[in-house]
């Protein structure tokens, strides 16, 4: 296939092609897949469009001017007050499955498409929304100065610029209308305040999860469903509050998605409630591996006591045997034990230490370990090392070598040199001087 020749098409949202900005990223994070788009002549087409605005803001609005609108452009929408900038992620059917999804009964919601929107729409729009971080800062203080127990995590302004969103979040009711005056004289624009979770702050917020990739309510996940602790038992995971919860401080909604598979697997499962009664003892449900569909079991309650583990298959088998009142002679099949074999611990017999560092002497430029003795040894240190050397000769009794006679027949010519005038007599014998009187020996 020749690569080089073909033409990709540059998509913004969840459309067929390549996406400059990614399907998932926060700008594109409520498309729904448009699977009726090859449709042409479809007769319950409507007027109908999906706009999508910052973050997880959408809404409906009619199309009354019949403009020709595709997935990705960006229009020019009603608003209270003013008109809004949005870009057109759905159209057609769809979207009135998505106006029912979104529970809007009231015709008065869902308003008009003005126009496609031109350089000077786009102008303002990106003026307003390059006030966004700062106004956040700025209301947040307001808000610690007032004394409100309550946190703005985003704040959003209107295309034109005369209408600004605050989204806040607090565990309480807060009076919050000497806040809307302060913020509206210090702005000048019209306020509104809204409420989100913690699960929509963190979507908005972002960052990165316990698994190592981007959080699932920043990138695609905007249907929060409740989440409860039943989904951690029937997966088996233990009820720790610090590993199960997520960011956002809430149980993780990743926990909802496999509980579905681990609910049709348990139903394979024995009962925990029945034991298996054999000819030699009683075993009991030790533990189970849902996805492997093994059990194992033990012949005390409480205790690891003599475990065997078997498939699924095996203990009803048994269960049912025991129904009928037959024993069979033990819990795993006589052929499955000489053809399967136990898996080995690779690391039963490993030691732990081999992970330490060995301590080897420090080197010199001569190339000699730094403190090396006849032993071998390299002190650590080496003055409490002299040390106790010196203290284990001085407690060491005097040893004399015996001398030859000929030294102990000069021991009496010794001068103030002492000693070194001795060893070099020893070495180069010198006649005696006539000069030179013997010392007495005290």
Known sequence: MDYKNMKFKVATG??????CGGCCKSDHQLNTFDWLADVVNDPDKTDLVEVQFKNTRKGYYHNVN?????????????????????????????????????????????????RLAKPVDLDKYQEAKSRENDTMIQSRQIAKDLG????????????????????????????????????????HVRIEMKQIGARQEAGRIGGTGPCGRELCCATWNKNFVSVNTNAARFQDIS??????????????????????????????????????HTGDAEYFIFKTDILAGTVTY??????????????AERARAIIEMNRRGEKPDSLVEEHHKQHVD???????????????????????SNG???????DGSAPQNGAPQRKEQQRQRDQQPERRRPRPQQAR????????????????????PTPPTANAQPQKQE
């Not at 020709?68 to 009603?78: F, N, P």
């Open 14 to 19: 969840c459309d067929h092609g390549l996406c």
């Open 342 to 364: 136990k898996p080995v611990d690779l690391l039963a017999n490993a030691d732990l230490s081999r992970f330490d560092k060995s301590k080897r002497p420090k080197r010199q």
């Open 239 to 276: 009820l720790n509050p610090q590993k199960l919860a997520g960011m956002c401080g809430k149980l993780k909604c990743c926990l909802n998605y496999e509980v579905d598979n681990y609910v049709e697997a348990a139903k394979r499962m024995p009962s925990k409630e029945v034991s298996l």
């Open 148 to 187: 409100l127990k309550m946190k703005i995590g985003d704040v959003e302004y209107q295309g034109d610029g005369n209408k600004a969103i605050f989204y806040y979040i607090a565990d309480e009711r807060v009076d919050f209308r000497q806040l809307i005056k302060v913020l509206a004289d210090t702005f």
């Open 409 to 428: 027949s000069q021991e009496g010519k010794q001068d103030n040199n002492g000693n070194r005038h001795r060893r070099d007599n020893q070495r180069r």
């Open 368 to 374: 000699k370990p730094k403190g090396d003795k006849r």
């Open 66 to 114: 019949n403009l020709q609108l595709t997935k990705g452009d960006t229009v020019a929408v009603e608003a209270s007050p003013g008109h809004d900038i949005g870009v057109v992620t759905l159209t057609g059917r769809l979207v009135a499955l998505q106006i029912k999804k979104a529970n809007l009964k009231s015709a008065d919601d869902i308003k008009r498409v003005y």
């Open 298 to 311: 033990s012949t005390d309650k409480n205790l690891a006591v003599n475990l065997e583990t078997i498939t």
